[in-house]
């Protein structure tokens, strides 16, 4: 029998945690910009070049050997141009996001490096087929494939070795996380997401989310982003770029999927990018300041 537990007390005791209780200001500030439809460029320049070590790794990522430019690139303007703003949007919202995954034990620091790359590739994904879908702004389905499993660092933190516990058992089972999260802490990644992304203010299309991701539908056109997510996470597993602990993920034929009418070339191209960036999602978590 799943364990029961109070959920309106650990929800308390989870959004008073120093780590938690408010938003990354970049990923805030960069998601405030995207929500309001008299920003632009100007404004995600300004905010890149207020953090000063968000504009130094965002330069200094813009100059890797990883996109190869033959000219060298020396302002946050120039990156914008260059890389694209939603390219610029995307790196800034990770490098906000990306401190949390640094903290911990080994054994969290270890998950959370697997965890960071797998949360990487389903934004990358998310982001290249939500071109496809109507209805869904690229720069938002990213920051939801970025943080959907983000209950996992919630859950790590909260519970550290009975959570640990938890993840070795999907890992020898190969079974899935979530069943097992809540049948051994009586809450899952899913709902500890919600939870934080509500406390932030997050926007509707991100909270939904993460508290769905997991869920088989119906969608209705409105939550196309709850399946576009959902299909993201199954191609990061199918193109092993990181591992989020789940052994038992979907597969992209699911039926549930069907909704989106992706094709076979779309997907193995998605694949194939993911694959070929898994470097630089590694990268990204451990640029120096
Ligand atoms: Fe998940
Ligand atoms: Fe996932």
């Known amino acids: 029998m799943d364990k029961v537990i109070d959920l309106g007390q650990l929800r308390s005791e989870l959004q008073v945690e120093d780590d938690f209780k408010s938003p990354p200001s970049l990923l805030q500030e960069i998601l405030a910009v995207t929500e309001d439809p008299r920003s632009g460029a100007k404004d995600v320049q300004a905010i890149v070049e207020r953090d000063m070590s968000c504009a130094v790794k965002l330069l200094r990522l813009a100059n890797s050997a990883y996109y190869g430019f033959s000219r060298q690139i020396k302002t946050v303007r120039e990156a914008i141009v260059i890389i694209g703003l939603d390219g610029v949007k995307n790196v800034a919202m990770s490098l906000g996001v990306a401190e949390v995954f640094t903290k911990g034990t080994p054994a969290e620091k270890a998950f959370f490096n697997n965890l960071w790359i797998h949360s990487m590739a389903t934004a990358t994904a998310a982001s290249l087929l939500s071109r496809k879908v109507p209805n869904v702004v690229p720069s938002l389905a990213y920051c939801a494939g970025l943080l959907h499993d983000f209950g996992k660092v919630i859950l790590f933190h909260h519970f550290g070795v009975e959570y640990e516990e938890v993840i070795n058992r999907a890992a020898e089972t190969k079974s899935s996380l979530l069943a097992l999260e809540r049948k051994f802490l009586g809450v899952d990644h899913a709902l500890v997401g919600y939870w934080i992304a509500e406390t932030?203010?997050?926007?509707?299309?991100?909270?939904?989310?993460?508290?769905?991701?997991?869920?088989?539908?119906?969608?209705?056109?409105?939550?196309?982003?709850?399946?576009?997510?959902?299909?993201?996470?199954?191609?990061?597993?199918?193109?092993?770029?990181?591992?989020?602990?789940?052994?038992s993920a979907r597969r992209y034929d699911d039926p549930f999927f069907n909704?989106?009418?992706?094709?076979?070339?779309?997907?193995?191209?998605v694949m194939n990018d993911l694959r070929k960036e898994s470097s630089r999602f590694a990268a990204m978590l451990h640029l120096d300041p």
Do not use: C
């Not at 959902?230 to 191609?235: M, P, S, T």
């Not at 009418?261 to 193995?268: H, T, V, Y």
């Open 200 to 247: 932030w203010d997050l926007p509707q299309v991100v909270t939904e989310t993460l508290q769905m991701h997991h869920d088989s539908g119906p969608w209705d056109y409105a939550r196309q982003h709850i399946p576009l997510v959902g299909i993201a996470d199954v191609l990061a597993y199918e193109s092993r770029v990181g591992n989020g602990g789940n052994f």
């Open 259 to 269: 909704p989106l009418r992706f094709d076979e070339a779309q997907i193995k191209s």
